[in-house]
């Protein structure tokens, strides 16, 4: 397993490869692996040649209020899990590398990056964008491998594979969760036992509104979102917001749930900010 730290070396050791044939499969993250990101990195190894990882935290998509500075980074782990998983390449780049002195150029996409977590988050999608964009430029991916737990972000990274005509095949997985169904994340690490508990809310709210819909076929929006409420509002400590749109299009849901939709919850429980969601088809 090769560590690369500088985009212009791992770009010439991509293009040695390309030569060779070989397929490029790789798996963005911000380090702190979980099972979830295990998932993605079997997938991946399974469908390409070489599998790359990069463990990178982005500065760019956190505001300056947020938790970059706390944020998990267990490098020494990480590279032990990659390399246990038979990651060929990890590409583990410093800030600096990534926007040097006088940086100047963004992404954002236009209608998709300002609701949901953008509307809480602002600028976090355009640092988003902008660092898949950078990272799609230096590794040259044949698939990219991505989690469905940040079902916006992934919306987000095929509209710009889309728009601006980047080869690369966009794969989703899902969500890997805890045998209680907390989604897996990075956050979690922060939870008390306590609060860990409280967190299940979030996922035991989504599982009774699939139900809801599909069995009981309740569809006026506000209903849902008021189930919701009687069971993560009296264990949250803030909700950002618990939303039902289109899950092709994002395209807010106002009235009835008419057509596969993703429910999208935000939410804190004590300091922690917790992301979660579910598909539901009505029947």
């Known amino acids: 397993m090769k560590i690369f730290s500088n ?27 979980h099972q979830g990101h295990i ?85 976090h999608f355009r640092g988003v964008a902008t660092v898949v964009t950078k990272l799609f430029n230096i590794v040259q991916p044949d698939k990219a491998y991505f989690g469905l737990k940040d079902y916006q972000q992934s919306v987000i990274i095929k509209k710009i594979t889309e728009d601006l005509n980047y080869p690369v095949k966009i794969i989703t997985c899902p969500t890997i969760r805890e045998k209680s169904g907390l989604a897996l994340s990075s956050r979690n690490a922060y939870l008390s036992k306590e609060e860990l508990n409280k967190a299940l809310s979030i996922s035991d709210s989504l599982k009774k509104a699939k139900e809801l819909i599909e069995n009981k076929k309740i569809k006026p929006v506000k209903n849902i979102v008021l189930e919701i409420k009687k069971i993560i ?7 950002d917001y618990i939303e039902i749109r289109d899950a092709e299009t994002l395209v807010e ?31």
Do not use: H, W
């Open 7 to 33: 985009p212009q070396t791992i770009q010439k050791s991509i293009k040695n490869l390309k030569l060779k044939k070989q397929t490029i499969g790789f798996v963005p993250t911000m380090g702190a692996l």
């Open 39 to 123: 998932s993605l990195i079997r997938r991946a190894k399974k469908e390409n040649d070489i599998v790359v990882v990069s463990i990178f935290v982005n500065p760019a998509q956190f505001g300056p209020k947020e938790d970059l500075k706390s944020y998990p980074k267990p490098f020494v782990k990480d590279v032990k899990l990659c390399k246990k998983e038979g990651v060929d390449i990890i590409f583990a780049p410093k800030p600096e590398s990534m926007y040097p002195k006088n940086y100047l150029t963004y992404i954002n996409v236009e209608k998709l990056s300002g609701t949901m977590c953008g509307k809480a988050r602002p600028g």
């Open 233 to 239: 509002k009296p264990v949250t400590d803030k909700i």
């Open 253 to 283: 849901i106002k009235d009835n749930i008419d057509r596969k939709v993703v429910i999208a919850i935000a939410a804190y429980v004590g300091k922690t900010r917790l992301i979660d969601n579910i598909v539901v088809k009505p029947r």
